[in-house]
């Protein structure tokens, strides 16, 4: 079993619906989690950090934390075609870098 | 220009070729690392670097080897390709200062490289 589980889809919406992309994580000393959002012939970038439980918001944008549960959520409200992309969630127990492990990533197509 | 600059976007080469892929930056930072991105597994390091006398082996170095040429250089090398070697690289750069406790990646573009 992965230690981080994304489901790859491709998850088709219409414009302007609600988005929810999730990962699931073993590793309960998990402590920071982020979304990277990667377009087709790109490098990821990052879209979303958070520590530890709880929720934060940016704009469209909703990362959400449930620890109890393992279990992390991106929203994104009213979806445009520019969100089509490539979403990747990542975690570690510290902050550095060269501890992040990532999901697979799920991908995401906003229709017109 | 792009902060993090990868070359060659895309190669192909056969079995047994020595390969380097090549990686500058523009944004200052002392930590380099190198990624491989495969269908259904995900990003995975392979090296990384936190300034040019300090290079670490990742999740899978095995076939792989690097080179910190300077802070804003970071070269990865397949000395001897094989075809699961196909795949996608990124190079990505990281500050040691956190935002909020962690350190953010800035990933390159990534180059595409087959090894029939």
């Known amino acids: 079993q992965k230690e981080v589980e994304q489901d790859p889809g491709p998850l088709s919406v219409p414009e302007g619906a609600i988005v929810s992309l999730n990962c699931t994580y073993s590793?309960?000393?998990?402590?920071?989690f982020m979304w990277y959002r990667q377009y087709s012939r790109k490098g990821p970038e990052l879209l979303m950090y958070?520590?530890?439980?709880g929720n934060k918001e940016d704009g469209r944008f909703t990362a959400q934390v449930d620890k109890s549960s393992k279990y992390i959520s991106l929203f994104i409200r009213d979806s445009q075609p520019s969100d089509s992309a490539t979403y990747l969630c990542?975690?570690?127990?510290?902050?550095?870098?060269?501890?992040?492990?990532f999901g697979t990533g799920t991908r995401l197509q906003v229709t017109l | 220009d792009a902060d993090v600059t990868q070359t060659p976007r895309n190669r192909i080469t056969k079995t047994g070729k020595r390969i380097m892929l090549e990686c500058s930056q523009t944004?200052?930072?002392?930590?380099m690392y190198w990624y491989r991105q495969d269908p259904g597994l995900g990003l995975r390091l392979i090296y990384y670097?936190?300034?040019?006398?300090?290079?670490n082996k990742g999740e899978i170095s095995d076939g792989y080897s690097v080179s910190r040429q300077a802070q804003a250089k970071f070269s990865l090398s397949l000395e001897s390709a094989i075809p699961n070697q196909t795949a996608l690289y990124f190079c990505?750069?990281?500050?040691?200062?956190?935002?909020?406790?962690?350190?953010?990646?800035?990933f390159g573009a990534g180059s595409r490289l087959t090894v029939l």
């Open positions: 590793n309960s000393a998990f402590q920071y």
């Open positions: 944004k200052g930072h002392d930590r």
């Open positions: 670097s936190f300034d040019v006398k300090d290079i």
């Open positions: 990505a750069t990281s500050s040691p200062t956190t935002v909020s406790g962690a350190n953010v990646l800035t």
């Open positions: 990542a975690m570690s127990m510290t902050g550095t870098a060269s501890k992040l492990t």
């Open positions: 958070t520590y530890s439980s």
